[in-house]
């Protein structure tokens, strides 16, 4: 039996973890601000386009995700005080617009 090579037992890492994933890289690299998934999302928003059929193109090709994974980062993005301090002006513009679509219902 093997003690000093059992999964998880390196200082960061866990049995089942992401600490060698991408995403777990990404957290440790950016743990005071945004991922780079999470900037290229807010920049991507930053962005005009002359329709939703372009938006959704450039979600699909620059970030490699589907609108509506996109737009359920984006979401749980808006609260998150990283991407407020990150980019306050298109974080607090999304959240207008979130709010007012919200008592529209």
């Given amino acids: 039996m093997e003690t000093s090579g059992e999964a998880g037992s390196e200082p960061g890492t866990e049995a ?4 060698g994933t991408e995403a777990g890289r990404e957290r440790r690299a950016d743990a005071d601000g945004p991922g780079a998934r999470e900037r290229a999302i807010l920049a991507l928003e930053r962005r005009g386009f002359p329709g939703p059929g ?18 359920q980062l984006l979401n749980a993005l808006l609260d998150d005080a990283r991407a407020l301090a990150h980019d306050p002006v298109t974080v607090n513009r999304l959240r207008r617009v979130r709010e007012a679509r919200r008592t529209e219902r």
């Fill in 54 to 71: 372009a938006k959704e193109r450039a979600i699909r090709e620059e970030l490699d995700l589907s609108p509506v994974r996109y737009y």
């Fill in 16 to 19: 089942g973890g992401e600490a």
